[in-house]
């Protein structure tokens, strides 16, 4: 005999096998038991998930010698048949080949004639959506008034596509993903059976690839048996499939964290002449930062062990592995829609980095935090930075005017380095500048302020003007608001009526 696949040879015979759809099962089984079968059914869901052999195990059910029963006995002549195929009175059609009104018309023809051996004669039509609207439409009467003896079951992957005039015709159960324990059992299970050696991460690791789907599962790991000579891991799994290794995976993060942008440029480049996908990389970096936070925060099924981490990896906190993950999923919907997915990742990733390179650590409790300052000769870290609230303050003094002369060439300089930087600090106000210390006044939140990259070049003028690093210490100060002179109602309206305004107020009382 030929070699059978496993997810054909594996494949579910009797409802008690079916796993993750236990909300169909039990209402079918209901059903059957007490005389309530409808007379078409709907199974809608993801690919690889049963829905197709569900509506074989019920045809089994319905027919079988011992039944209707809410299961088939899988040993009578008409459940065999069934199983191999060569039921005169279970037709399979494929709705995407079959999809024509002219075989629909032929099938409507077909169903006035009584069953061979069977006691129902039962229709299922895969991927039903495929199906043109004609032939919908010419199935509308005998779905809503079939023969006593006809059943019919649906199955698609993509019910909003079915006509709503189908879809009130039948009983619709929509089939869930496979739970990634669920799947994880079912794997042991058939490696069990087939003595296939496999090590523990790798089960999850098939799993949480096929995305719900057992017959992606059971694919796999025909495939890994194939591939590799004795225990099968979990980098034979990441090889094979195209995915990413964990520990070049934390190497990615740790560059991305750190704002190494010529290591980062390296992994893509490496994984784009492999002709892996860029999409695929960024997935797989985003479930890897998932699971570093399950693993921190102790839910979930995480794929890693504590020790398997690197300790930078570990110190990593849990608002910041949000933070990075909501940055790589941002790039990533950029990459899709890009025509030259490789360069807007490149750029993406610079721009990430140089982001991530300006950052200010602020820890809890505390209102200060150590920013990198960039010089001709590299990167000098140690300039603190200090924002305070304008009523956490004493009211100082202004500087005398060399300072504000001073300031006002930082902000000259600064027009060439952003708009946005020079718009904000062309309102700014110097309240102290000494060698070690410059404390400066802004019109806007301090803390939004810290977010600008391009404030640190303003280092290295300052730099050069004082030849030391100065700590700067950004003050909020919202501008005072002008009162508003009140008058009479009179002189308003005549104010407004002739758009003028007052120049001078005489007393003549």
Known sequence: MSYQVLSRKWRPQFFREVVGQEHVILTLQNAIKRGRVGHAYLFSGPRGVGKTTTARILAKALNCEKGPAPEPCNECSNCKSITEGRSMDVLEIDGASHRGVEEVRALRENVKFSPTSSLYKVYIIDEVHMLTNEAFNALLKTLEEPPEHVRFIFATTSPHKVPLTILSRCQRFDFHKIPLKVLVEKLKEVSHKENIEIAEGAFLRIAR?????????????????????????????????????????????LSLEKGEIGKCWGKVEELSQEGKPLEGFLDDCGEFLKDVLFLKIGIGDSEIRQGELCQEIRNIQEERLIELM????????RVRRSD???????????????????????????????????????????????????????????????????????????????????????GSKV????????????????????????????????????????????????????????????????????????VRKENNG
């Open 209 to 253: 690839i096929s995305d719900g789907s057992l017959r992606d599962a059971e694919s796999i790991l025909d495939q890994l048996v194939s591939y590799v000579e004795g225990e099968i891991k979990e980098k034979d799994v990441d090889y094979l499939m195209g995915k990413v290794g964990r520990e070049h995976l934390s190497e990615f993060i």
């Open 326 to 333: 909501e940055n790589l999923v941002e790039l990533r919907e």
């Open 431 to 502: 309240k102290e500048m000494k060698e070690d210390k410059i404390v400066i006044a802004l019109p806007c939140n301090a803390a939004y302020f810290n977010t600008i990259p391009q404030k640190d070049k303003l280092s290295d003028w300052i730099k050069s003007k004082l030849g030391k690093e100065p700590e700067f210490i950004f003050r909020e100060e919202k501008p005072k608001k002008e009162k508003k002179e009140k008058y009479d109602k009179i002189v308003e309206k005549a104010m407004g009526l002739f758009n003028a305004k007052v």
């Open 340 to 426: 030259t997915p490789l360069l807007t990742l490149e750029a993406g990733l610079v721009k990430f980095s140089r982001k991530e390179a300006g950052r200010g650590r602020v820890e809890p409790g505390e209102s200060k935090s150590t920013v990198p300052l960039s010089t001709p000769q590299g990167t000098v870290k140690g300039a603190k930075v200090k924002t305070e609230k304008a009523e956490e303050r004493a009211p100082q003094a202004e500087s005398s005017s060399p300072g504000k002369d001073s300031w006002e060439q930082v902000v000259k300089e600064v027009k060439k380095l952003g708009n946005l930087l020079y718009a904000i600090l062309k």
